[in-house]
């Protein structure tokens, strides 16, 4: 079985930073290339970052420069670290395999 689990969200200031980690299993984590998406209150799901098996990255506009996505495929985790948020980055963040399977989520709040 195919899962993933998204932890490492909160509440933070804006300015502030926080890193999130995903969790997988039930798939062979180091051939797929991983995404992190967000879903901002009121608003669709936004593709924010990915990492490919061969560890290419790519952002979204909206979060180059502050957000860094990686992988450690030994612990078949994937990271996003999230530095100077705004309170724009305000949403519920999950991560994904290249097979659209997601995870539950984690809340992320930025606020003053």
């Known amino acids: 079985e195919v899962q993933l689990v998204e932890s490492g969200g909160g509440l933070v200031q804006p300015g502030g930073s926080l890193r999130l980690s995903c969790a997988t299993s039930?798939?062979?984590?180091?051939?797929?290339?991983m995404n992190w998406l967000r879903q901002a209150p009121g608003k669709g799901l936004e593709w924010i970052a990915g990492?490919?098996?061969?560890?290419?990255?790519t952002y979204a506009d909206s979060v180059k420069g502050r957000f860094t996505i990686s992988r450690d495929n030994a612990k078949n985790t994937v990271y996003l670290e999230m530095n100077n948020l705004k309170t724009e980055d305000t949403g519920v963040y999950y991560c994904a395999n290249s097979e659209g399977s997601r995870g539950q989520g984690t809340q992320v709040t930025v606020s003053s």
């Open positions: 039930g798939f062979t984590f180091s051939t797929y290339r």
């Open positions: 990492i490919k098996s061969d560890y290419g990255i």
